[in-house]
């Protein structure tokens, strides 16, 4: 495993690569890694004859000490590079000076509503490492599911001709999605965590089963997460394709949620499919 953080010495490198006729996998990644994105790693082996994890944490500069454990984690699964660049090697002239990517609808939802130009500046960081990649495959957990609706919607849009990879979210026994924050739960917050995630499903199971009053499941949504100790930031059923609100034709489904427990910020979300009942 090969730690880069000079992009001229990455392309050096992806182009031996390349001219081998070898398919390429890239796994971007903001640090503080986790049994997540090893299982994202490992799903890049399959697909691909080489694999880039990128470590870039946003325009702040990380802990040394992290970083560290995140290359020591990384060890254990063996990606052919990480690609760790500081903040000028990304941004030479400095972010007032940047071109920047959005989306302005999916930009003012949800996370981007959490913190505005979160979703800008991830696109445009995304971009900027697709364009010193080139990869034939990205890989990314369903567990960011807007994210997830971004980047595609940001290849689709700019003809990137690359195939972006969504895996499933990764849990804990009791259903805790896998997440960097999760680290900072007290006992009872732990204990207490996974009713997200089992919300979610009670909520879903409802649309399988033929309910269609979609804001009166996200009203309940928010009720049971308040009655839990759970602070809501959002509970909404959404089209999977594009956040959306639902339309009478709608079939691919997701519900989404973010809330606060105690310091702690948790987001997750379920995809459901609707099926009419006759």
């Known amino acids: 495993m090969d730690i880069l953080t000079r992009s001229a010495t990455l392309r050096d ?17 903001a640090g503080t890694l986790h049994k997540g994105h090893l299982s994202l790693v490992a799903e890049a082996q399959e697909r691909a004859d080489r ?13 040394g000490s992290r970083s560290e454990a995140d290359r020591d984690l990384l060890h254990k699964v063996g990606p052919d590079i990480v690609f760790a660049p500081p903040v000028q090697e990304l941004y030479p002239f400095g972010t007032d000076l940047s071109a920047s990517v959005d989306i302005p609808q999916l930009g003012k939802l949800f996370e981007g509503a ?28 369903e567990r960011d599911f807007q994210q997830l609706v ?12 690359i195939e972006i990879v969504a ?10 999605a896998l997440a960097t924050g999760n680290r900072m739960l007290t006992v009872a917050q732990r204990s207490a965590a996974p009713l997200l995630f089992a919300t979610l499903s009670r909520v879903a199971k409802r649309i399988s089963a033929g309910e269609r009053d979609y804001a ?20 909404a059923i959404r089209q999977c394709a594009d956040l959306a609100p639902v339309r009478a034709a709608s079939r691919d489904l997701v519900v989404i949620a973010a809330a606060q427990l105690g310091a702690v910020r948790l987001t997750d979300n379920l995809r459901v499919r609707v099926i009419d009942r006759f």
């Open 150 to 161: 971004s980047v595609r919607q940001m290849v689709n849009d700019l003809f990137i001709p």
């Open 13 to 29: 490198r992806l182009k031996v690569w390349r001219e081998a006729g070898m398919k390429i996998a890239l796994v971007p990644t």
């Open 167 to 176: 895996c499933p979210t990764l849990r804990e026994s009791d259903g805790l």
């Open 216 to 235: 009166a499941l996200e009203q309940q949504g928010l009720d049971a997460l308040a009655a839990a100790g759970f602070r809501s930031e959002y509970f």
């Open 51 to 63: 694999v880039v994890v990128s470590i870039f944490a946003g325009l702040q500069e990380r802990d």
């Open 114 to 141: 959490h913190a505005p130009g979160h979703i800008a500046e991830g696109l445009t960081l995304l971009l900027k490492l697709l364009n010193l990649v080139g990869p034939d495959f990205v890989m990314f957990g």
